[in-house]
């Protein structure tokens, strides 16, 4: 089962950054903290992954404590094609991937 | 370069048929993970599928098998169906050397069982 907890909603303004928490409390030394998203009627998209540093890409920077505990996923200018779930997975060292239900984020214009 | 591909896109059978889904991998991957999607829910982790053989399997009864082909494509097959197995069924493709790669998901099978 996902062993993460994520608001079940946010909103976010055009154009300003949107930051999605995570906790991640049973996260263990070796796991890694990755982001999908899904926009609706498609498969999950990966964003970002990172294990302790702060990781950025051309999609998304990821925020994580230095206890590992949570994260943050910070998407720096919204657009409205960003409206989608947002899924935070601590992978669990095995091959699979652990969904939780995610944050519905919704980008109004 | 194509990414996943996901065969059909939607299919409708009555309870207590067989149906098989069908997946090819993004370019240069060799495993393949199935998940099933419920409405409002998160994707579940059916199994995955490594050389050929089922290496990691979920929460799943025995009517879901699967099978994967020399050219690393790969199979979903489900017996037997229910009402309950509605949903949407996502293929996602990685590669199995080294750690931690990202995986890519096709736009999944919408299966409606009635």
């Known amino acids: 089962d996902a062993k993460t907890t994520q608001p079940p909603s946010m909103d976010c303004a055009e154009g300003r950054a949107a930051n999605l928490p995570c906790n991640h409390s049973t996260i263990s030394g070796n796991e890694y903290v990755y982001w999908y998203r899904q926009i609706h009627s498609q498969g999950p998209q990966y964003i970002i992954h990172g294990l302790k540093n702060n990781e950025t890409n051309e999609m998304a920077s990821l925020i994580i404590t230095e206890d590992r505990k949570s994260s943050t996923l910070i998407l720096p200018h919204a657009t409205l094609r960003d409206t989608a779930v947002y899924y935070c997975i601590d992978r669990t060292g095995a091959n699979n991937l652990f969904f939780g239900t995610g944050t519905r984020l919704t980008v109004i214009p | 370069d194509a990414g996943v591909t996901q065969s059909p896109t939607h299919l409708i059978k009555t309870r207590g048929q067989q149906v098989t889904l069908r997946c090819s991998p993004k370019?240069?991957?060799?495993?393949v993970s199935w998940y099933q999607q419920a409405l409002g829910q998160g994707p579940q982790f059916i199994f995955q599928y490594y050389e050929e053989e089922e290496r990691q399997r979920g929460n799943f009864p025995d009517r879901f098998s699967g099978h994967q082909f020399p050219n690393y494509s790969s199979e979903l097959n489900v017996n037997a169906l229910l009402l309950g197995d509605s949903a949407l069924y996502l293929c996602?493709?990685?590669?199995?050397?080294?750690?931690?790669?990202?995986?890519?998901f096709g736009s999944g099978t919408r299966l409606t069982v009635v």
């Open positions: 370019s240069g991957h060799d495993t």
């Open positions: 996602a493709s990685s590669s199995g050397r080294g750690k931690y790669y990202g995986y890519t």
